[in-house]
């Protein structure tokens, strides 16, 4: 089975800075990244996935997360941050053998400073 | 409007009393998931359903019950075997059963309290 490690539970930032905030899976096996934003009391949404091809993916409100299979990481960054991006963000991940199941990290609450 | 709805929003549950939570897609996805939220541990899965009528234990099924007797509807039931439910459940749908790559769509969740 799949591990996911969210190293910090949570990251303060300041408005119009940049942030990573970092996943790392446990298995080398062909994998599918994903990323969740989840605001107070709502639901998950999608913010970008990785299947295949280039390692760097674009997805909604300004987020990016690149794909490093040697580090088995899958990290996502937003080069200047809005108030409005003050969430808990998810990382999972899900595999060939494990069909349909999603490992999820335990999240990283961001929290964005005027 | 196509997504998942889940009610009730907010629900309590008395000691010993069997509570049912519902989930509903407008997707015509064949999968559908509940999963269990509590702070500091991520999601984890409750039970699945690839098609109508089969579901499958997820990671922590115990004092829980679910069926798909349609497949837009995937309803979980919390049973009094269920010591410590409080909780945010949250719902979820994919496209195609048994493919590892389709995104999980997510509900809004129902908190779940113990009076």
């Known amino acids: 089975a799949q591990s996911v490690t969210q190293l910090d539970s949570q990251v303060p930032v300041f408005e119009e800075a940049p942030v990573e905030l970092r996943c790392n899976y446990s298995?080398?096996?062909?994998?599918?990244l994903f990323w969740y934003v989840q605001y107070p009391n709502q639901g998950l949404q999608l913010l970008l996935k990785?299947?295949?091809?280039?390692?760097l993916v674009k997805g909604i409100n300004g987020f990016e997360a690149e794909f490093n299979k040697s580090q088995t990481s899958f990290h996502l960054r937003k080069p200047s941050v809005h108030i409005s991006d003050t969430a808990e963000y998810f990382c999972?991940?899900?595999?060939?053998?494990?069909?349909?199941?999603?490992?999820f990290g335990s999240g990283t609450k961001l929290n964005v400073k005027p | 409007d196509g997504g998942i709805t889940q009610s009730p929003k907010y629900l309590f549950r008395k000691e010993g009393q069997n509570v049912t939570l519902s989930c509903e897609q407008n997707?015509?996805?064949?999968?559908m998931y509940w999963y269990r939220q509590d702070p500091g541990q991520g999601l984890r899965l409750i039970y699945y359903?690839?098609?109508?009528?089969?579901?499958q234990k997820g990671d922590i099924a115990e004092g829980y019950s679910v069926s798909r007797e349609k497949k837009e509807s995937f309803p979980l039931t919390v049973t009094s075997a269920q010591k410590n439910p409080t909780a945010f459940y949250l719902c979820?749908?994919?496209?195609?059963?048994?493919?590892?790559?389709?995104?999980?769509?997510f509900g809004p969740g129902t908190r779940l309290l113990v009076l």
């Open positions: 298995s080398s096996v062909s994998v599918y």
């Open positions: 990785y299947l295949s091809g280039s390692t």
């Open positions: 997707l015509n996805h064949d999968a």
């Open positions: 359903s690839q098609i109508v009528n089969d579901f």
């Open positions: 999972a991940v899900s595999d060939l053998y494990n069909f349909n199941k999603f490992y």
């Open positions: 979820a749908s994919s496209k195609r059963r048994g493919s590892t790559q389709e995104t999980q769509y």
